[in-house]
């Protein structure tokens, strides 16, 4: 089985259902899978061969999804790169993962024109749009004229994405996935959810991120379901797809959730379509969770804990178990197996911290170009993730920190999540992270940094207060940094 080969079951059996719905572009799974194919037998008739690694820097779009599921099609390795880098950001993607050609949107010519200089393994710019620079080739120029599939031999072994971690730890590092893991993702999906070709789903979160791009558009895809894509996330205009699409599953970063809480008169847009929601690529503060579900009249939520490198895969709290361990990241499912271990590897305590291992079909064949760096978090087919995580007795995980994030104050160890959690309590308070910084006298001190609601002005002292009535002294934060808003990773 292939990725694509849902596409192409659904272009023969419901080729008259709407796939996709893009700002005023309509199309039918029969339309969307011969746009595939277009960009497909494209890049067959330019040379490009089975294996070939091609690159994308494109936003949420329909032309996103005709490229690639076309560069899948005609059998080669999709790279999508994060839209929001610089010129020479890309270029280090573009050099290591020694990609021959790049899509990229019309906005981006000249971002990803400057990231090319210099680089002789692009063999072809292809830009979404009407404009280009230079020697770019516009993608309507480019595609082909046959809307037949093409004759590709693709096995489920083959090399499907190389996914580009956030680079939080160092320069980014490729993921390798092939068709096999990525189809166990959506799998997976599929059966978590309760899906079926019923559902209506709304693209919003970026995606060349694996989360936004396997768990739900590669499903929504092998499925059948409606694909409203959105170019990027407004709150406003995500409230009004739910209410005119009917959007039935949902899926956002906490940021997001946090967001549309802040909409003006919100009540007016009818959102009861939504029976389920999922958050996950960063922790969900329990009173974010609990408003959301106000917000959706629901408590049909699910937290999807899991990593790039996992696919991603990893832990997931269902709905009925948010009742009892709401604030927990979830436990291993039917089909992955997780643990929590010490230094030596042994498995810890309940209540103890150690790191948060993985193991299932999803898993990444490993770093691309990197069998050092690979060796390192795959071992005896365990995933090392890099996370710190408690266990419970029942086996729920609850993520506290990274690894290499933790802060060590006066010998304490200090996880951030746990210290976020009771500053996202704060009723003026919109955002938070928290930091270590360099202490002369206790090694690291705990720093926040807060993004305060909109009209409000925190009192520093009266937040140190807040703090100390439910954190241990030496967690309380002791520089508090107010800003405008929090940088974030493309993982949100």
Same mark, same amino acid.
């Given at each position: ?344 590897? #042994?498995?810890? @305590?309940?209540?103890? =911290?150690? !790191? *948060?291992?993985?193991? $299932?079909?999803?898993?990444?064949? /490993? +770093? ?84 305060? #609601?909109?009209? @409000?002005?925190?009192? =520093?002292? !009266? *937040?140190?207060?807040? $703090?100390?009535?439910?954190?241990? /002294? +030496? ?18």
């Amino acid at each position: 089985m292939r990725i694509f080969d849902g596409l192409e079951r659904n272009a023969r059996n419901n080729q008259d259902k709407t796939a996709i719905i893009f700002e005023d572009n309509v199309y039918t799974y029969q339309q969307y899978n011969e746009r595939v194919n277009q960009v497909a037998n494209a890049l067959i008739n330019f040379g490009a061969k089975k294996g070939d690694n091609i690159a994308m820097m494109m936003k949420n779009s329909d032309q996103f999804a005709f490229v690639y599921y076309g560069i899948l099609k005609a059998g080669c390795v999709a790279v999508p790169i994060n839209f929001r880098l610089t010129a020479s950001e890309a270029s280090y993607i573009l050099n290591d993962s020694d990609s021959i050609l790049v899509f990229a949107d019309e906005d981006l010519s000249e971002t990803i024109q400057k990231a090319c200089e210099g680089n002789e393994k692009i063999r072809l710019q292809v830009i979404a749009g009407s404009a280009k620079r230079g020697d770019q080739v516009l993608l309507s120029e480019f595609q082909s004229a046959l809307t037949e599939n093409p004759d590709v031999d693709v096995e489920e072994s083959d090399d499907a994405e190389i996914l580009y971690t956030s680079g939080t730890t160092g320069l980014p590092k490729g993921v390798v996935l092939d068709h096999h893991r990525v189809i166990h993702v959506a799998l997976g999906t599929m059966i978590m959810f309760k899906m079926g070709t019923e559902d209506r789903l709304l693209h919003i979160a970026p995606m060349f991120h694996c989360a936004q791009l396997n768990l739900f558009f590669v499903t929504g895809t092998m499925l059948g379901c409606l694909n409203v894509i959105r170019k990027e996330f407004d709150p406003l205009q995500t409230l009004k797809d739910i209410d005119e699409h009917k959007i039935s599953l949902f899926f956002g970063v906490p940021t997001m959730y946090n967001f549309l809480l802040q909409v003006p008169n919100r009540e007016r847009f009818d959102v009861s379509s939504v029976k389920r929601c999922g958050y996950g690529a960063a922790p969900m503060p329990v009173s974010l969770l609990k408003q959301s579900m106000k917000l959706f009249s629901t408590d049909q939520f699910y937290n999807m804990c899991g990593q790039t490198e996992g696919g991603p895969g990893g832990v997931y709290l269902l709905p009925d178990e948010h009742k009892t361990k709401m604030g927990a990241s979830g436990k291993a499912n039917y089909i992955t197996d997780v643990r929590v271990v010490d230094d030596s590897g #042994k498995d810890v @305590k309940p209540g103890e =911290v150690g !790191e *948060f291992m993985i193991k $299932c079909e999803s898993v990444m064949k /490993g +770093y691309y170009k990197k069998p050092e760096e690979t060796a390192k978090v795959l071992k005896d087919g365990w995933l090392y993730t890099g996370d710190l995580a408690r266990i419970d007795e029942d086996g729920y995980i609850t993520l506290v920190d990274r690894k290499k994030d933790m802060i060590i104050s006066g010998g304490e160890n200090i996880y951030s999540t746990e210290v976020e959690q009771v500053i996202y309590k704060h009723p003026e308070i919109l955002e938070a992270a928290v930091i270590g910084v360099p202490h002369e006298v206790w090694g690291e001190a705990v720093a926040a940094v807060i993004v305060p #609601k909109e009209g @409000k002005k925190i009192d =520093v002292e !009266e *937040f140190r207060q807040f $703090c100390r009535q439910k954190l241990a /002294g +030496y967690k309380v934060p002791r520089m508090v940094f107010e800003v405008d808003h929090l940088p974030r990773n493309a993982s949100g």
